[in-house]
């Protein structure tokens, strides 16, 4: 039966689930299953629930867990548990079940209710972005079960919370009322719409980040180092190779131009593995190092994601012999311009030579650029090195090593930036503070983006994942401050994923987008 503690309901498990399943079909009786995130009960959950308990015997209601609730910054509000308290204390509701997975789908196959019921906004299959309420209807009617909409009062979670709660700082909520009196979520996601047929280009430097994650065990009692306790590695691809699968999920045609390592003494060049790890969308132009690894960033993890030292395999020495200079600038010079945008993540590792750049500013009809400090290149890798750019993204700290100035108020260095650059838009990241936009093509006209997000579980990629989307939306001619809007969306999703363990996911930003303005 239900489980409590202290007299407080508890979440089932789904593996508790069989048990009561096979108890109450022995006693004859009707099981029927809601599913939703309830992270702010209200009437219009009451009356749901209600309707749902009137077509059975026994009512079970599955809840998304935390990390898949992708609802906007500070969602949900209440855990996993806490919700599952708050709906058991209802009277109508018999047992609480969490759902390892984005939907209702793993609950319903393994429970098979006689009835599914779910409210009238999922009628209209069509209108749900996910495509779940199909493949939950489907899994119902494939046993024989029957699936019910309830009709009723309808309020939004997401609405109530952010007009009659602070989620936000004041700016924060400024801002977004601000865009909401401007842009409709429709308006958004149609203008979103227009990157899909663009033809991209991708180039920069393949990173394999490799994450190995240990627990410190104290100095060591023979020296002056920490020892620590290794539990566990994983591969990601990161670089240039994350941003192509950023901009795949969004863009249809996507060429991602890199190198890899080609001495067989430093092992596996991981060709086979980035092409596992490229989106569909994506087709890669490798070229091979000869005398040279891919290149590998290995960072040792604490349990808390702290970062501890950072462990690089790179022969930049060998790098900087532009072996790869005439193949890679004859293929830039004889493909680049049939593409419409082009985005250059240069992380300073040695991939991009002087030539390339050459060509690329030459030929690009739209480029978009970052180069990013980094403990490899830090001191001399400055956006500078390019002639020409129509969309630059960088931090504060980037920023300013391209101006050579730590002093002067950061909107005057972005100013002069964009006008020594040529550049059209220029953003700047920063962090807590959200991103500034100098619109050079409006008499250099500011805007501000506050941040989007306040979970953070990583800041790796988020630059890349902002760098991302924004540039196809300025490429694709999308308003600016949508463009810098959607890119901090992207941003805001990204940091709360470990590195780039998955590019960011369509739906996750409509569903954050549309949480966001309601």
Partial sequence: MQKYVDGIGVALEIEEVDALRARYRDQGKI????????????????????????????????????????????????????????????????????????????????????????????????????????????????YGGKVVFT?????????????????????????????????SAEKI????????????????????DKYTFVTPMGKSAKGSFITVKRHYSEEQAGGAIAVANHVGQFVSDVTLITGLGGDPKYGDNYENFVRGKLADTVTPEFFH???????????????????????????????????????????????IADYDVVIVPDYGNGFITDSMVDVICDKSKFL?????????????????????????????????????????????????????LGTKFLSVTQGPKGVMTVNHELANRQTVVPALA????????????????AAVCHGAGVDPELASFLGSVSAALDVQIVGNSEPIDPIALHKYVVSLLK
């Fill in 289 to 335: 190092m000869a005398d040279n690894p891919t290149l590998v960033k290995e960072r040792f993890i604490d349990p808390e994601m702290n970062k501890l030292f950072e462990v690089y395999i790179i022969e930049d020495g060998l790098l900087r012999r532009d072996w790869h200079d005439t193949a890679a600038v004859e293929w830039l010079r004889d493909n």
């Fill in 189 to 208: 996601f149609d203008s979103l719409a227009q990157v899909k047929d663009l033809k991209v280009a991708v180039l920069g430097d393949a990173i394999i």
């Fill in 31 to 142: 099981v029927v299953h809601c599913h939703g995130v309830f992270d702010l009960v209200h009437l219009g959950h009451l009356r749901h629930l209600d309707q749902a308990k009137q077509e059975g015997d026994v009512l079970f209601v599955s809840i998304t867990e935390d990390k898949f609730v992708n609802k906007g910054p500070h969602r949900p509000v209440f855990g996993e548990q806490l919700r599952a308290e708050m709906l058991l204390g209802l009277g109508v509701v018999d047992h609480v079940v969490i759902s390892r997975a984005p939907s209702g789908f793993d609950v319903i196959e393994r429970l098979k209710p006689d009835v599914y019921v779910k409210g009238e906004e999922y009628e209209a299959s069509e209108d749900d972005i996910t495509q779940n309420i199909n493949k939950e209807v489907s899994a119902v009617e494939s």
């Fill in 151 to 183: 009709h009723d009062v309808t309020f939004s979670s997401s609405q109530l919370l952010n007009l009659n709660f602070d989620i936000f700082p004041p700016e924060t909520t400024q801002y977004l009322n601000r865009l909401r009196d401007i842009y």
């Fill in 454 to 469: 306040t979970k953070v579980v990583d800041r790796i990629g988020a630059g890349d994942a902002f760098l991302s989307l």
């Fill in 368 to 420: 978009a650029v970052n180069t990013q400090m980094n403990s490899g290149n830090q001191g001399y890798h400055a956006i500078t090195r390019y002639s020409r750019a129509d969309f630059v993204a960088l931090n504060e700290p980037e920023l300013r090593l391209g101006c050579h100035d730590p002093l002067s108020p950061i909107d005057e260095l972005a100013t002069a930036m964009a006008e020594r």
